[in-house]
T-cell receptor
Framework: GQNIDQPTEMTATEGAIVQINCTYQ??????LFWYQQHAGEAPTFLSY??LDGLEEKGRFSSFLSRSKGYSYLLLKELQMKDSASYLC??????????WGAGTKLIIKP | NAGVTQTPKFQVLKTGQSMTLQCAQD?????MSWYRQDPGMGLRLIHY???????DQGEVPNGYNVSRSTTEDFPLRLLSAAPSQTSVYFC????????????????FGAGSRLTVL
C-alpha cells in the first residue's frame, strides 16, 4: 500500500529552527509537496520538490532524497504565525496525490 | 479574483437527507477535485474532473456523486447522508499545465464542515 508518515505534533520556540520530517512509500514518484494549513482554514502551497536536494524559499526550505523516500521541511526564525499543520503529499506514478495526516506545529513564545 | 468558492461553510444534516456542496472557481482551471479531511488522516480524494463533461472516482467515492457541466462549477452531492460522512470537505482546482516549478499546485476552497446526526 501507499503510505506517508509524518510526526503528529511538534513544539518549537519563537525565533528557533524546526525540521518536520516526511517519509513515503508510494507506487512511483512524480514530486513531493508541502502545504501549510492554519486551523479552520484551507491548505496553501509552500513548496515542491521533484529532484534530490534543497529548495530554499525565504524562511522555509524543503529537502528531498528520492533514494531514501524522505523529505523534510525546515522553518527558520519561527514566528507565532507559523503555528499550523504542515501537510506532506506525494504524486504517485498515476499523478494522484497521496497525503500524509499532517504535522501540527505549536510555537511557544 | 475569488479563486475557489465553496458553499455552505457549515451544514447539519439528519441521516438519510441529501444535499449538494457547491464549488466554483474563476481561474479557468481544467482540474477540479473534492477531498474530505478527517482527524488523524490525510486528505482523501472523493471525485475529480479533468474538464467539463469528464469525472472520475477517487479513493472514497461511495455515497457521493459529482457532475461537471461547466469549467467553473463542480458540485458534490450526498445522496443519503450517513454519520460516517461527517467531515470537512475541500474543493480544490489546478491547471493541467505544470507551472514554472513543474508542479500542478492545488488551490483549495475554504472548506465546508458537514455534520450528519
Amino acid at each position: 500500500g501507499q503510505n506517508i508518515d509524518q510526526p503528529t505534533e511538534m513544539t518549537a520556540t519563537e525565533g528557533a529552527i524546526v525540521q518536520i520530517n516526511c517519509t513515503y512509500q508510494t507506487s512511483g514518484f512524480n514530486g513531493l509537496f508541502w502545504y501549510q494549513q492554519h486551523a479552520g482554514e484551507a491548505p496553501t502551497f509552500l513548496s515542491y520538490n521533484v529532484l534530490d536536494g534543497l529548495e530554499e524559499k525565504g524562511r522555509f526550505s524543503s529537502f528531498l532524497s528520492r533514494s531514501k523516500g524522505y523529505s523534510y521541511l525546515l522553518l527558520k526564525e519561527l514566528q507565532m504565525k507559523d503555528s499550523a499543520s504542515y501537510l506532506c503529499a506525494v504524486t504517485d506514478s498515476n499523478y494522484q496525490l497521496i497525503w500524509g495526516a499532517g504535522t501540527k506545529l505549536i510555537i511557544k513564545p | 479574483n475569488a479563486g475557489v468558492t465553496q458553499t455552505p461553510k457549515f451544514q447539519v444534516l439528519k441521516t438519510g437527507q441529501s444535499m449538494t456542496l457547491q464549488c466554483a472557481q474563476d481561474m479557468n482551471h481544467e482540474y477540479m477535485s473534492w477531498y474530505r479531511q478527517d482527524p488523524g488522516m490525510g486528505l482523501r480524494l472523493i471525485h475529480y474532473s479533468v474538464g467539463a463533461g469528464i469525472t472520475d472516482q477517487g479513493e472514497v467515492p461511495n455515497g457521493y456523486n459529482v457532475s461537471r457541466s461547466t469549467t467553473e462549477d463542480f458540485p458534490l452531492r450526498l445522496l443519503s447522508a450517513a454519520p460516517s460522512q461527517t467531515s470537512v470537505y475541500f474543493c480544490a482546482s489546478s491547471t493541467q499545465d505544470r507551472g514554472p516549478s513543474g508542479a500542478n499546485v492545488l488551490t483549495f476552497g475554504a472548506g465546508s464542515r458537514l455534520t450528519v446526526l
